[in-house]
């Protein structure tokens, strides 16, 4: 299941950077880990 989101986190990674590679590169590192942690959050509920 970890494995999985993380190769699902992994793509949404690399997709965020291609459509906002005009932000900074630490914005984008922190939506992302913002939205990784709200993932594991809700699936420890």
């Known amino acids: 299941m970890h494995v999985f989101i993380r190769s699902?986190?992994?793509e949404v990674t690399i997709n965020m950077e291609r459509h906002l590679h005009n932000l900074s590169s630490?914005?984008?590192?922190?939506?992302?880990?913002?939205?990784?942690i709200l993932l594991f959050q809700a699936l420890g509920t």
């Open 26 to 36: 630490l914005w984008t590192q922190y939506c992302i880990l913002l939205i990784t």
């Open 8 to 10: 699902v986190v992994a």
